[in-house]
Each structure stands twice: as structure tokens, then as C-alpha cells.
């Protein structure tokens, strides 16, 4: 059987290195092709990867037209989503968007449009759908072991945008400073800021946990650096029929939660009418109160199951057997927690609490 072809599109987000050697890793894809204007962008993925030459392009037409592709792995800034899935739509792919959906709500369902009767799926990826503990703590939920959820509590970032390359990579911090104002992270015109980059993972998650429930009103305040023009740090409380959750976003945060889990502690806490449970990200395990067991207590974290140990393998296995991807990956569902982002930046903007926009 001949292997999933995948091009690569943009090389904006860092995370579009990890991705590749995903799709290189797995036996029955192949990375078909690269684009970025910048051929310099996209120099170590070429070489990491083996790419020839035939196969890299930094015009956008050019590389559709050396296609056929089975799938694009987009990683364009934020505000260039929409426009680009609308270009891409036409060539006869699944388009996997790595996080977040969408500058707005109308970019988001903009993209929705697009692809609505090519008979091909967008999926939009969300990192954090892949962390053993967060996955473990959505089991926990739906079996009933803290009965009835009523909130949802997150706090995550990392110290910063430009402090890692793909697969984590460290920056120095005097080239970090040397970036910023040239990096689109830190450009309000392409999406950039802490809360379009994490509050998205909180909302889209947060819905999920949620089993797709919105809340009714948003109130979000962030804060303003001279010098900077995107927020590094928003607090949104989200009002829901049955509670409030809080969902907070940092750039700045002590460590990166993958090498040192700063304090507050990076990841979810759930609380629900018979116990709570914490899902720090990373971790091996969730920590869990009940009223019929009230002590603190962990309960390990499951494996990954083979089929969903990354996005690339969950969601080329759908792809092989004709299924629709779920959960976080659910663009029905991104648009809800879309909804949610884009009622938080009015809000911060308005100072006011705000009913969660349509």
C-alpha cells in the first residue's frame, strides 16, 4: 500500500519540526513535500529529515502543483490560518492545523466553510490532548469518580515563545531578546500574545472535559508591559450554568513545564460534586480527592494507547479507516472553545463581563 503523502505548510510555529519527525517515524507516511517563503526556515527540518531538493518550496503554487498530497500539516501564524486553509481546501486534502484554530471565530468557521463539501477533514491539534495525564483525568470524569463536573481550573505557558526550537530545543535569552521584535509571537496583527497562544488549549480542553457544554458569560483581564503589544499573561473566568471555571495563560513562567514544573503548577485542576482531581502536564499521575476516600491520593497515569500515542498516528489511523477525528481534534468542537477565546479578548478590551459571543 502506497504511504500517506504529507506536505508541510508554513514552518511560523516551532512545532512543525516535532510534527515531521512524527509523520517520518511513521511506517506508512511520508513527508511529500515543505513550503515556506523562507527556504532558510525550513533548512533544518531538510536536513534533519533527508528531504531532497525536488521536494522544498517557497512558492506556495509551485509546491500544490508538485502535489498530489494526502494531507497538510499547516503551521502558519495564527491569523493566516483562515487564508490559507482556503487555499488549500481545493487541492483534494485533509488539512491538519496545529494549534491554535484561529485568530477569531469568523476565521474559524471561515476555515469550516472551506472544507465543508471537499469530503476531506480538518483537524486541529491541540498538544496537550497527548499528555497521560490529562488523557487519564478525562477517563476518571466521564466514569463518575467525582461525580458531576463544575470546574474547571487551568493555569499553563511556558517562559516564553522564542526560548525553544522544535522538539524543545533551548534558546539563549539574549537571542530570545533579539527576536522579539521581528517574531509575529509578539505582533497583534498575526495573532500573537499569551492568551490567542494558550487559552485555546484551556477552552478546547476545558470543552471537551465538559462533554461540550459553553459557558453563558466570559470575564478576562490581561496585563499590559510597556514596550510589549500582546498581552503575556490573561486570566478569563468563564461562567457556566452549574460554575465558574478559571483559565489562565502565562508567558514567563518560572521554568517550562516540560523540563521543571514551575509553581503555580502548569495544568488542570477539576472539581466536581463528590471529589477533585489534579492533572499537572507531564506528569505520571493525577492526584485525587472523594468524599468516600478524602485524603489525597495518585493514581497513576494510563499509557497512551497504541493507535494514540501523537496526533500524526491517532489521526492517520482515522484516516485509514474513514473515521472522523473526536474530542479536542473536532473542529465542531474548537469552535465552541473559539467562542470562548474571542468573548475573553472583547472582555479584556471592554474591562466588562461579556455574554459568550455566537
Same mark, same amino acid.
Given at each position: 500500500?502506497? /504511504?500517506?503523502?504529507?506536505?508541510?505548510?508554513?514552518?511560523?510555529?516551532?512545532?512543525?519540526?516535532?510534527?515531521?519527525?512524527?509523520? +517520518?517515524? +511513521?511506517?506508512?507516511?511520508?513527508?511529500?513535500?515543505?513550503?515556506?517563503?523562507?527556504?532558510?526556515?525550513?533548512?533544518?527540518?531538510?536536513?534533519?529529515?533527508?528531504?531532497?531538493?525536488?521536494?522544498?518550496?517557497?512558492?506556495?503554487?509551485?509546491?500544490?502543483?508538485?502535489?498530489?498530497?494526502?494531507?497538510?500539516?499547516?503551521?502558519?501564524?495564527?491569523?493566516?490560518?483562515?487564508?490559507?486553509?482556503?487555499?488549500?481546501?481545493?487541492?483534494? @486534502?485533509?488539512?491538519?492545523?496545529?494549534?491554535?484554530?484561529?485568530?477569531?471565530?469568523?476565521?474559524?468557521?471561515?476555515?469550516?466553510?472551506?472544507?465543508?463539501?471537499?469530503?476531506?477533514?480538518?483537524?486541529?491539534?491541540?498538544?496537550?490532548?497527548?499528555?497521560?495525564?490529562? &488523557?487519564?483525568? /478525562?477517563? @476518571?470524569?466521564?466514569?463518575? *469518580?467525582? !461525580?458531576?463536573?463544575?470546574? &474547571?481550573?487551568?493555569?499553563? !505557558?511556558?517562559?516564553?515563545? @522564542?526560548?525553544?526550537?522544535?522538539? $524543545?530545543?533551548?534558546?539563549?535569552?539574549?537571542?530570545?531578546?533579539?527576536?522579539?521584535?521581528?517574531?509575529?509571537?509578539?505582533? /497583534?496583527?498575526? !495573532? =500573537?500574545?499569551? *492568551?490567542?497562544?494558550?487559552?485555546?488549549?484551556?477552552?478546547?480542553?476545558?470543552?471537551?472535559?465538559?462533554?461540550?457544554?459553553?459557558?453563558?458569560? &466570559?470575564?478576562?483581564?490581561?496585563?499590559?508591559?510597556?514596550?510589549?503589544?500582546?498581552?503575556? +499573561?490573561?486570566?478569563? &473566568?468563564?461562567?457556566?450554568? /452549574?460554575?465558574?471555571?478559571?483559565?489562565?495563560?502565562?508567558?514567563?513562567?518560572?521554568?517550562?513545564?516540560?523540563?521543571?514544573?514551575?509553581?503555580?503548577?502548569?495544568?488542570?485542576?477539576?472539581? !466536581?460534586?463528590?471529589?477533585?482531581?489534579?492533572?499537572?502536564?507531564?506528569?505520571?499521575?493525577?492526584?485525587?480527592?472523594?468524599?468516600?476516600?478524602?485524603?489525597?491520593?495518585?493514581?497513576?497515569?494510563?499509557?497512551?494507547?497504541? =493507535?494514540?500515542?501523537?496526533?500524526?498516528?491517532?489521526? @492517520?489511523?482515522?484516516?485509514?479507516?474513514?473515521? $472522523?477525528?473526536?474530542?479536542? *481534534?473536532?473542529?465542531?468542537?474548537?469552535?465552541?472553545?473559539?467562542?470562548?477565546?474571542?468573548?475573553?479578548?472583547?472582555?479584556?478590551?471592554?474591562?466588562?463581563?461579556?455574554?459568550?459571543?455566537?
Amino acid at each position: 500500500m502506497s /504511504k500517506i503523502r504529507i506536505v508541510g505548510i508554513s514552518f511560523d510555529h516551532m512545532h512543525m519540526g516535532d510534527l515531521l519527525r512524527m509523520v +517520518h517515524e +511513521h511506517p506508512d507516511a511520508e513527508i511529500a513535500g515543505l513550503f515556506d517563503p523562507d527556504r532558510a526556515r525550513m533548512q533544518s527540518a531538510i536536513e534533519t529529515f533527508g528531504i531532497p531538493e525536488a521536494a522544498v518550496f517557497t512558492d506556495f503554487y509551485t509546491c500544490m502543483t508538485a502535489g498530489p498530497y494526502d494531507m497538510a500539516i499547516l503551521c502558519a501564524a495564527t491569523a493566516d490560518h483562515a487564508d490559507y486553509a482556503e487555499k488549500l481546501a481545493p487541492h483534494d @486534502l485533509h488539512i491538519f492545523v496545529e494549534k491554535p484554530f484561529a485568530a477569531s471565530t469568523e476565521d474559524a468557521r471561515r476555515m469550516i466553510a472551506a472544507m465543508d463539501g471537499t469530503g476531506r477533514q480538518m483537524i486541529i491539534n491541540w498538544p496537550l490532548r497527548w499528555v497521560e495525564s490529562h &488523557v487519564t483525568a /478525562k477517563r @476518571l470524569i466521564d466514569e463518575g *469518580l467525582i !461525580g458531576e463536573l463544575r470546574e &474547571v481550573h487551568f493555569y499553563d !505557558g511556558n517562559r516564553g515563545p @522564542l526560548y525553544h526550537l522544535a522538539d $524543545k530545543v533551548e534558546v539563549s535569552p539574549a537571542e530570545v531578546e533579539r527576536q522579539k521584535p521581528s517574531s509575529w509571537w509578539y505582533k /497583534k496583527a498575526s !495573532g =500573537g500574545g499569551s *492568551l490567542l497562544d494558550y487559552l485555546g488549549y484551556g477552552a478546547t480542553l476545558g470543552t471537551w472535559y465538559m462533554n461540550g457544554e459553553a459557558p453563558l458569560e &466570559v470575564t478576562c483581564t490581561v496585563d499590559e508591559t510597556p514596550g510589549i503589544e500582546v498581552d503575556q +499573561h490573561a486570566i478569563a &473566568v468563564c461562567r457556566y450554568a /452549574k460554575g465558574l471555571s478559571k483559565m489562565e495563560t502565562r508567558w514567563g513562567t518560572f521554568t517550562d513545564p516540560w523540563t521543571t514544573q514551575p509553581l503555580p503548577t502548569c495544568g488542570f485542576v477539576f472539581v !466536581g460534586t463528590d471529589g477533585t482531581i489534579s492533572s499537572p502536564d507531564y506528569a505520571d499521575h493525577v492526584t485525587v480527592q472523594t468524599r468516600t476516600r478524602p485524603a489525597r491520593h495518585d493514581i497513576p497515569a494510563d499509557p497512551l494507547p497504541e =493507535g494514540e500515542r501523537n496526533a500524526i498516528e491517532y489521526v @492517520l489511523g482515522c484516516l485509514a479507516q474513514d473515521r $472522523k477525528v473526536s474530542g479536542p *481534534l473536532d473542529p465542531a468542537l474548537c469552535l465552541t472553545a473559539q467562542r470562548i477565546v474571542d468573548t475573553a479578548v472583547q472582555s479584556a478590551a471592554k474591562k466588562r463581563t461579556l455574554e459568550l459571543l455566537q
